[in-house]
Nanobody
Framework: QVQLVESGGGLVQPGGSLTLSCAAS????????MGWYRQAPGKQRELVAMITAGGTTNYVDSVKGRFTISRVNAKNTVYLQMNSLKPEDTAVYFC?????????WGQGTQVTVSS
């Protein structure tokens, strides 16, 4: 089993920045892929960014140039640096870890972008 704990959400004004963290513990596979998803009220959950164990990244178009995903393998932690935040970035952000047939989700952290 793997446990994922997110932190770093909160309320921020448009144009501001936040950094989310997700720490994995338990039977973590070092070759796992880690990613951030978000779900806004009334919308489907969407992949925001993902990063492989080797550091290859991928982003949804709406956050390219504003968000940066990174990971520290020694700490089993993935980060999401979010800059130039917009009201449409408001959502619950979830961390996911997956490898092979196994996948794990965090409990989510709320990000609200509002003046």
């Amino acid at each position: 089993q793997v446990q994922l704990v997110e932190s770093g959400g909160g309320l921020v004004q448009p144009g501001g920045s936040l950094t989310l963290s997700c720490a994995a513990s338990g039977s973590v596979n070092s070759r796992n892929v880690m990613g951030w998803y978000r779900q806004a009220p009334g919308k489907q959950r969407e992949l925001v960014a993902m990063i492989t164990a080797g550091g290859t990244t991928n982003y949804v178009d709406s956050v390219k140039g504003r968000f940066t995903i990174s990971r520290v393998n020694a700490k089993n932690t993935v980060y999401l640096q979010m800059n130039s935040l917009k009201p449409e970035d408001t959502a619950v952000y979830f961390c996911r870890s997956w490898y092979g047939n196994g996948e794990y989700w965090g409990q989510g952290t709320q990000v609200t972008v509002s003046s």
